[in-house]
């Protein structure tokens, strides 16, 4: 037991240290390379100086402020602007999601079952998964709060007070706002260890059902007027489980940046398959004292998993609904591993589980850094942007050199922080969940709903010399993939800088 204590100390020092080295990557370069990340943080910026009289973001932008989900980044990089820088904010922002991260997931491991820490450095790797490397900064942040908030409610089920109750609800009012899948499934969870634990006290189930219920009743806020209802109904199927199956044994929700991280991802694989056999034959053996939260917790993953292979991929304008399970599901399933208690036997695994942590923030740190050497490329013209510009992104190497991440997609937002521009590329603009709507009378290069996608991959649609006297400046990363797009950009704008695949060309606007 002595043995044991001293490396229960040493794996919690571990821990301190990967949360250290795993905070690099974002203060070390000049930018955090995402797809949507910087989207996020000017559209906060927006909300920050919405009434600067420096800036003209009143005259273009409404604010909605409706209680959606996926106002949490917003009101966080909103709050953090009003201090720092918006780059700045965003560093600050992903690093109190790293701290969090580990810590939600220790948590949440030693209520199910204590003197788990090297499950939660095996989490490490989950960390910078795909997701939050696309900038989905809600959901990535809506993962460990999916664990506080389960965790707290299991340690606290049977003795549910006043006090307690508040903060349950508090923390699924703030899953809420962070994204609506986790809100939604860690509700089920609730509900559904619930009956399963409570099966023969229906009294005991009824009180939890109330305890939750103010939580709970922002759905019905949300859901009447989102545009998840509209259309179609979502299919429940089998046909995408084999490649569902081979996206989990390739762990495809670590892979984002390049194809090497599929090494890693292997390996985590490995391992989480090598806990499952290990656990299945100590329990077969009995050499495991029983728990009943384990057994619970089991029975909860399996329920996710199944849901991972049958539902499908989008429901209604939300994505990557598979993705996003994947990532719950296997985090859930550390909490069902039972670990040796010998301790040459944990520290071997803590040996191996550190060292695939380490690897993995080295590798993403390296790869960060050839990212960001891109990005000052594409960055290059952003002194020459005039304060309250209109500026008209049209990109054509969406991710360089990046894998599955469109770095660039939304690049043309680092053209609009601290200067009050315009982007016309702001893709939140035309989603009900996200706060900033641009202006009914605002005019738009076409007349889609989702205009910006347009700009964004089918740019040959837009007139764009009829469009160039709405427009400062236009921003060309890449050669364009249609003659149409290529004639009007030479015929209708102005030619200011050029630097590799990057232009910047002036418009006809009158200001």
């Known amino acids: 037991m002595k043995d044991l204590s001293k490396y229960y100390t040493l794996s919690n020092l571990l821990i301190g240290v990967l949360i250290f080295l795993y905070l690099l990557p974002i203060w070390l370069f000049s930018y955090f390379p995402t797809q949507d990340g910087i989207s996020h943080v000017y559209n906060s910026h927006i909300i920050t100086d919405y009434n600067n009289p420096d800036f003209e973001f009143s005259d273009y932008y409404d604010i909605h402020w409706f209680p959606f989900p996926n106002w949490l980044s917003h009101i966080s990089l909103t709050l953090l602007m009003y201090i720092f820088s918006p780059l700045f904010a965003e560093k600050v922002f992903l690093s109190l999601y790293v701290v969090l991260f580990p810590v939600s997931i220790h948590y949440f491991l030693n209520v199910v079952r204590p ?64 994204h609506l899948i986790s809100y939604a499934f860690v509700l ?81 694989f490995t391992l989480i398959l090598f806990l499952t056999i290990y656990t299945l034959w100590k329990s077969r053996m009995k050499l495991l004292k ?98 309250n510009s209109v500026i008209l992104p049209l990109q054509f190497d969406s991710g360089g050199e990046s894998l599955k991440v469109g770095i660039f997609v939304n690049g043309a937002n680092y053209y609009c922080l601290d200067n009050g521009c315009i982007n016309l590329g702001n893709y939140e603009v035309q989603f009900d969940y996200f706060p900033v709507h641009f202006k009914p009378t605002f005019e738009t290069p076409t007349n889609e709903k989702e205009w910006v996608q347009t700009v964004h991959w089918r740019s040959e649609q837009i007139d764009l010399c009829d469009y160039a006297d709405n427009v400062d400046y236009l921003l060309l990363w890449g050669d364009p993939d249609s003659d149409k797009v290529s004639k009007e950009i030479e015929a209708c704008y102005s030619l200011i800088e050029a630097k590799g695949r990057l232009k910047l060309y002036k418009g006809r606007r009158e200001r």
């Not at 859901?223 to 762990?251: H, K, T």
Request: hydrophobic share 50%; proline share 3%.
């Open 115 to 178: 003197n788990q820490d090297s499950l939660v450095i095996l989490s490490f790797t989950f960390i910078y998964n795909y997701l939050l490397l696309m900038g989905f900064y809600n959901f990535a942040v809506s993962v460990p709060l999916f664990f506080l908030t389960l965790g707290f409610w299991w340690k606290y089920k049977d003795n549910l007070d006043t006090r307690r109750i508040v903060c349950i609800n508090l923390l699924i009012i703030i899953t809420y706002f962070s």
């Open 290 to 387: 029983e728990n009943t939260g384990q057994t619970l917790f089991l029975v909860l993953f399996c329920v996710l998993f199944c849901l991972y292979l049958i539902l499908p991929n989008n429901v209604g304008p939300g994505g990557w609904v598979n993705d996003r399970l994947l990532i719950l599901s296997m985090l859930l399933v550390l909490a069902c591993f039972r670990l040796s208690e010998n301790p040459r036997w944990r520290r071997v695994f803590t040996g191996v589980v550190t060292l695939l942590a380490v690897v993995n923030i080295i590798y993403i740190g390296i790869l960060c850094k050839r990212l960001n050497t891109e990005l000052d490329e594409f960055n290059a013209f952003v002194e020459k942007v005039e304060d």
């Open 188 to 268: 089920f969870s609730i509900a559904f260890l619930t009956v399963i634990h409570y099966r023969r006290d229906l009294k005991k189930i009824v009180l939890t059902g109330c305890s939750v219920l103010p939580g709970a009743l922002l759905l019905l806020v949300y859901l009447p007027s989102s545009d998840l209802l509209s259309g179609r109904l979502p299919e429940i199927g089998f046909g995408r489980i084999g490649g569902l199956l081979q996206n989990l044994i390739g762990m495809k929700v670590l892979v984002a940046y390049n194809q090497n991280q599929s090494w890693i991802a292997y390996c985590v």
